[in-house]
């Protein structure tokens, strides 16, 4: 029971009136995108020559003449996550996006 004059017991029904409102369930969603590229360049060479008494194999046991090889490797991955948590207005949530490596 509260006794006050008129013009404080209106401030007091107003304060009521804003405390007693209904809370309101929030959903919060955490989207994300992982997307990598890699690339790998491999350039070989091998020369194998003779001379007279003197022969050059780089490296050594090479076949004669000259051989050069490239080779080149390029990758994509791409991933695609979302979480979400549903939480009264007002209080605490939280989400962990990834992992965790000691």
């Given amino acids: ?3 006050a004059i008129q013009e404080r ?3 007091i029904e107003q304060v009521i009136a804003t405390l007693d409102a209904a809370r309101k369930n929030v959903r919060i969603t955490v989207s994300h995108d992982d997307v990598r590229q890699s690339q790998r360049d491999r350039l070989d060479a091998s020369v194998s020559a003779s001379s007279g008494n003197v022969e050059v194999q780089i490296p050594h046991g090479a076949a004669d003449g000259v051989k ?7 990758s994509n991955s791409s991933r695609r996550g979302s979480e979400f948590v549903s939480v009264l207005d007002g209080e605490r949530a939280f989400i962990r996006v990834g992992q965790s490596v000691p």
Avoid at 68 to 74: A, I, K, N, P, Y
């Fill in 1 to 3: 029971m509260v006794r």
């Fill in 9 to 11: 017991m209106q401030a």
């Fill in 68 to 74: 050069v090889g490239v080779d080149s490797r390029q």
